[in-house]
């Protein structure tokens, strides 16, 4: 089975939102994937992105192959030059883990202030 990374159209009509998604490559754009790796949605300025980076790598290593759009949101990401680079998986997920334990710091703080 061939895996893909790429866009899977979602909201309304007008009204583009895309998941990134690992999908078999015979199944049809908006149809069956495998796992969810993040979202993208173009409408914002500036585009709003939010990559799983540990899972892009992880497909990445596995085989996958992006597409010309999601291999553009994945450098944006930084989980394109993690892959290039060889840095592991366990590493993105605990500098994941260490910016959202920060990010939950500072909304604390800013609650309490």
């Given at each position: 089975m061939a895996v893909r990374?790429?866009?899977?159209?979602?909201?309304?009509?007008?009204q583009p939102v895309y998941?990134?998604?690992?999908?078999?490559?015979?199944?049809p754009r908006?149809?069956?994937?495998?796992?969810i790796v993040g979202?993208?949605?173009p409408r914002t300025e500036p585009s709003l992105i939010n990559i799983d980076n540990a899972k892009a790598v992880r497909w990445l290593r596995e085989g996958a192959q992006p597409?010309?759009?999601?291999?553009?949101?994945?450098?944006?990401s930084g989980a394109w030059s993690a892959f290039k680079d060889g840095?592991?998986?366990?590493?993105?997920?605990?500098a994941a883990a260490k910016?959202?334990?920060?990010?939950?710091?500072?909304?604390?703080?800013?609650v309490d202030a």
């Open positions: 990374l790429r866009l899977m159209r979602m909201g309304k009509k007008k998941r990134v998604v690992a999908a078999d490559t015979r199944s908006d149809g069956r994937f495998i796992q979202t993208y949605n597409s010309e759009r999601v291999q553009k949101i994945l450098e944006l840095t592991s998986v366990e590493d993105l997920e605990a910016a959202a334990e920060a990010e939950a710091v500072e909304t604390a703080e800013a």
